[in-house]
């Protein structure tokens, strides 16, 4: 059994950070890409990031240059952080990963998500 939890949400102020993280843990042989996906009320489900098992990473528009995602291959962690942040980055923030068990199934994981809160 494999599980994404993430941690690091909460309620912060517009122009604030935050740093949300994800650990996998389990029967892991093998991570494939790592994302942050979030959903705010009322709205699809959508990307955030997205960093390969060789550390190429790709951003939503709307977060260049304000969110970093980076992962800790030897601790199956992946890394959201968060800055300058606006109260349109409400959302639930679900964890993504590609992972193959050591039984050779490979699929998508979810986590249960997090919730971030922006206030203005």
């Known amino acids: 059994q494999v599980q994404l939890v993430e941690s690091g949400g909460g309620l912060v102020q517009a122009g604030g950070s935050l740093r949300l993280s994800c650990a996998a843990s389990g029967s892991i042989f093998s991570i494939n890409a790592m994302g942050w996906y979030r959903q705010a009320p009322g709205k699809q489900r959508e990307l955030v990031a997205r960093i390969t098992s060789g550390g190429s990473t790709n951003y939503a528009d709307s977060v260049k240059g304000r969110f970093t995602i980076s992962r800790d291959n030897a601790k199956n962690t992946v890394y959201l952080q968060m800055n300058s942040l606006k109260p349109e980055d409400t959302a639930v923030y679900y964890c993504?990963?590609?992972?193959?068990?050591?039984?050779?199934?490979?699929?998508?994981?979810w986590g249960k998500g997090t919730l971030v809160t922006v206030s203005s």
């Open positions: 993504n990963s590609g992972i193959t068990t050591r039984s050779g199934y490979t699929r998508d994981y």
